[in-house]
């Protein structure tokens, strides 16, 4: 099982220093360094290769106020 940011966390936004990366100032991730969000498109590219399979993608979200909110992905994967 894997964890990782979603796109459209809060404050995982603003220039990226690298594909789908950002060092964030404020919020959650803020003065933590280099933090990467994924998309539901870069889950197929990351997660699937020969040796695995994905059972399941769910996408939960926490929400600290009406525009906070967490965003992460949950991947299931079979190895094969």
Known sequence: MSLTFADGTWRLNGEECDYH???PKTGPMGRKGFSRYTTRDDI???YKLDN???ER???QEYFY???EI???WV???RKI
């Open 65 to 67: 106020s009406e525009k």
């Open 21 to 23: 990366a950002v060092t």
């Open 52 to 54: 695995n399979i994905i």
């Open 57 to 59: 993608v769910e996408r």
């Open 75 to 77: 991947i299931e994967l």
């Open 70 to 72: 967490i965003k992460e």
């Open 44 to 46: 197929e590219k990351l």
